[in-house]
């Protein structure tokens, strides 16, 4: 409890934004709209072809930036009134935010975010839909997506691991957790947390040791399940 107050730990993965018509390489058997993985998100990919996955990265920020948070987003921003909400998302876009939510790590970079080529902590904001191989950072290197590509280190993993460990209840939606780093916060819950799962199709990796309550649900209906099931276990 953060005072007399629920601390709820939020773990969103791309199932979160599916409703909100955002697809990922995982929805259409290794391709990322119609992109292989290994040619617009790894550090190879960006040595071999920059212009390429410049270009990948401004098409998914328009998309992004045209699509609108979905009712799942909406009531995890509303439960801010009554607990104490932090949201651990694998997503690259910024919904969570739009739709009002206020503490939000993202474990995978932002779309909306630019950093330097040879400084990772030298992040600077996109103005607009475009990043092009003639912007640069203030030291003038080339600026890429902030984006952390397959095969690279997770800098907000331990903060993530933090925040799971302080948790009175974690919520996993629209992730299996079936992607390591990712998949291995769960370990970081206290023996005493409540572990939520909404998930139309549960197929998650767990500790057995582990007692899951799964709402079979998407996104949206989901969370309408979660909200209720907040007031009646833990009334604010």
Known sequence: MKGN???????SGAGMSAESGI????DSDGLW?????????????WQKNPELVQSFYNERRKQIHAAQPNRGHRILAELERDYDVTIVTQNIDDLHERAG?????????????????????????IQGDVLTMHDRCPDGHA??????????????????????????????????????????L???ARVEADVV???????????????VKHICAGASE??????????????P
């Open 5 to 11: 107050r629920l601390h709820l730990v939020v773990l």
């Open 23 to 26: 697809r990922t390489f995982r």
């Open 33 to 45: 709209e119609e992109y292989r993985v290994e040619d617009v998100a790894t550090p190879e990919a």
């Open 101 to 125: 939510s206020a503490a939000v790590v993202h474990l995978h970079g932002q779309i909306g975010e630019a950093r330097c080529e040879f400084d990772e902590h030298m992040i600077i904001p």
């Open 143 to 184: 600026l890429r997506p902030n984006i952390v590509w397959f095969g690279e280190e997770v800098p907000m993993l331990a903060e993530a691991q933090r925040i799971v460990e302080h948790a009175d209840v974690v919520l996993i939606i629209g992730t299996s957790l079936s992607v390591y780093p990712a998949a291995g």
């Open 186 to 188: 769960i370990w970081s």
């Open 197 to 211: 799962l909404i998930d139309p199709n549960p197929k998650l990796s767990i500790p057995a040791s582990r007692t």
């Open 222 to 235: 989901g969370m309408e399940m979660m909200a209720n099931w907040l007031k009646t276990k833990h009334a």
